[in-house]
């Protein structure tokens, strides 16, 4: 991965077991800059962070994709079963995938200068679904969810873009029906009945396995 990238320096990894239990543990650099959401993934409120800081986040999400994908984060199997549960629309034919940090929210990100925290998910994405990830946890803020689109449009406004977006947007909602993001839920529906034309289900408690 390029160094371009704003990420801590992984060291060393420890591997050990203590009878059933298998642990590891991450030697990392120390991030000082503070995070911009630390209690959740999602915001209500404008971070207001720096155009410069919105410029590197473009250009890391850009060499990211850049790499090659060691693994498949959103599968195929995952997206034919949640599109039609968790959106009402059936599951794309094809789904075009880039390199992604797979985990890209609030709570993964550092005010400047910019820092991508917590890369357990990085791997093959669907396009654009990293930026409608961020865009999803940002629907509380409206110019916030507007500088999200304005900044990746070459890549949400796009068919594949799209899909990345319901994707995010579906994932999200399975969250809802574990009970997460209550104040979130009428603006996730909202958004994926704008992309789709149908109103999502009303969601259910659900175990889909990504």
């Known amino acids: 991965m390029p ?4 990420r801590p320096r992984l060291y060393e990894v420890h591997d050990w077991t203590d009878g059933e239990w298998a642990f590891e543990a991450e030697v990392l650099d120390y991030v000082a800059q503070p995070i911009v959401s630390p209690e959740r993934a999602d915001i209500d409120h ?6 410069e800081w919105w410029g590197e986040l473009r250009r890391a999400l850009a060499l ?22 968790f959106l009402g629309v059936p599951a794309p034919a094809k789904v075009a995938r880039v390199t992604g940090h797979g985990d890209l929210h609030w ?12 890369w357990e998910r990085w791997g093959l994405v669907p396009f654009g679904y990293d930026a409608g990830l961020l865009h999803a946890n940002s629907l509380l803020v409206p110019d916030v969810a507007a500088r999200i689109r304005k900044e990746f449009a070459p890549s949400l406004d796009t068919p594949a873009g799209r899909i990345g977006e319901l994707a995010a947007l579906a994932e999200m909602l399975q969250a ?7 104040d979130l839920a009428p603006r996730l529906v909202a958004r994926a009945e704008a992309l789709t034309g149908v109103r ?11």
């Open 64 to 85: 990211l994709a850049e790499v090659e994908g060691v693994k498949v984060t959103v599968r195929d199997g995952w997206i034919e079963r949640a599109f039609p549960q």
């Open 176 to 182: 809802v029906a574990r009970g997460w993001y209550p």
């Open 3 to 6: 160094d371009a990238v704003p």
């Open 46 to 51: 404008d971070p207001e962070l720096p155009d």
């Open 200 to 210: 999502p289900p009303v969601p259910v408690r659900s175990e889909v396995s990504a």
């Open 107 to 118: 709570g993964n990100l550092t005010a400047a200068p910019l820092c991508l925290l917590d």
